[in-house]
């Protein structure tokens, strides 16, 4: 079992940037778990972002966020992020993290590839 809590989310102005990050916690540590942020938008289907792979080596992004947004993370604190640079109104949404247990196998761009959630993080961009 691995419980998620994102922080950092926020309200910000276009163009503008926040720095997510998602704490992990429980049984193990998150070295051996693929991890991804996911977002959704008010009347919206949650969509994903970006991913990285459990050594950190492989990282994925969504096409609406690549060049701005980059996926991290620090397996000693059990520990996500997501920077956000150039921020624009069209990402505002909530956004979760999530995990799974890397077993090398796809882009683990869905969610239907997660098993864990955290709850959620508000970013709000004004234009």
């Known amino acids: 079992q691995v419980q998620l809590v994102e922080s950092g989310g926020g309200l910000v102005q276009a163009g503008g940037s926040l720095r997510l990050s998602c704490a992990a916690s429980?049984?193990?540590?998150?070295?051996?778990?693929?991890m991804g942020w996911f977002r959704q938008a008010p009347g919206k289907e949650r969509e994903f972002a970006a991913a990285?792979?459990?050594?950190?080596?492989?990282?994925n992004y969504a096409d609406s966020v690549r060049g701005r947004f980059t996926i991290s993370r620090d397996n000693t604190k059990n520990t996500l992020y997501l920077q956000m640079n150039s921020l624009k109104p069209e990402d505002t949404a909530v956004y979760y993290c999530?995990?799974?247990?890397?077993?090398?196998?796809?882009?683990?761009?869905?969610?239907?590839?997660?098993?864990?959630w955290g709850q959620g993080t508000q970013v709000t961009v004004s234009s």
């Open positions: 429980g049984r193990t540590g998150i070295s051996s778990y693929a």
């Open positions: 990285i792979s459990a050594s950190g080596r492989s990282e």
């Open positions: 999530a995990a799974t247990v890397d077993r090398r196998r796809g882009t683990y761009s869905q969610i239907y590839d997660y098993d864990y």
